[in-house]
């Protein structure tokens, strides 16, 4: 039976390997990867960049007492009522989202990542800059003018009004694990290679334009 292929541009597949790169603190020298052909050759070389400690323990548990005990700290909340399935709109009141994120990041000792601007903030700053170039057409002056005006409102306002990405204290822990894999870990200098496998396939199924659902150690990549 003929292995399932990524199909996906060498290019791409370069940017998320850089990606990879910087999310694991590792580096590849150059060609040392041109005997990778599927995904399980992939993950060998990844692990074995990654000489640290097997231990089999969950860190998506981990992560979660970690941001449990950071969250209680930091809001003077009782530990014991922050659960996976706890929403961050319970937590974080309107208007306090971005200073207790920061305290909560710090005692962690990494960012989560887990706030973007509004969309209707990013559509005014298109629109914005759209008759800002119209306007230049017409009228050079104003138009530079606009557009100093609207990327102002963008920095000093518009790119200040944050909303959530995710939903819950356990969609925060996944972006932990995917993210910050090692900070997470109860023993930072140890690993879990068959989690990490599983945060390397779901970091290439997300970012790469592939029908795939999963990746198998015989998945063609180049």
């Known amino acids: 039976m003929r292995n399932k292929s990524l199909n996906v541009d060498s290019e791409d597949l370069e940017d998320v390997l850089k990606e990879i790169e910087k999310l694991l603190n590792i580096k590849f020298a150059d060609n040392e990867l041109q005997h990778v052909k599927t995904f399980g050759d992939l993950c060998d070389a990844i692990l074995a960049k990654i000489s640290l400690p097997q231990k089999d323990d969950c860190t998506g548990q981990q992560a979660f007492y970690k941001l449990r005990n950071a969250i209680a700290e930091n809001m003077a909340l009782d530990k014991t009522n922050i659960t996976p399935d706890t929403t ?30 509004k969309l209707w903030a990013i559509i005014f700053t298109f629109i914005g800059m759209a008759l800002s170039l119209i306007t230049a057409f017409i009228n050079i002056a104003y138009g530079l003018g606009l557009a100093s005006i609207v990327l102002a409102l963008h920095f000093l306002v518009l790119n200040k009004i944050r909303e959530f990405k995710v939903n819950t204290i356990g969609e925060v822990v996944e972006t932990m694990k995917e993210n910050n894999y090692f900070e997470s870990r109860r023993e930072q200098r140890t690993v879990n290679q068959k989690e990490l496998v599983k945060v390397v396939e779901k970091y290439f199924i997300e970012n790469l334009a592939t029908d795939l659902k999963e990746l198998n150690r015989d998945t063609v990549i180049v």
């Open 88 to 117: 961050l709109k319970a937590l974080f009141p309107r208007g306090v989202q971005i200073s207790k994120l920061r305290s909560i990041e710090s005692s962690l000792g990494f960012k989560l990542k887990i706030l973007k601007v």
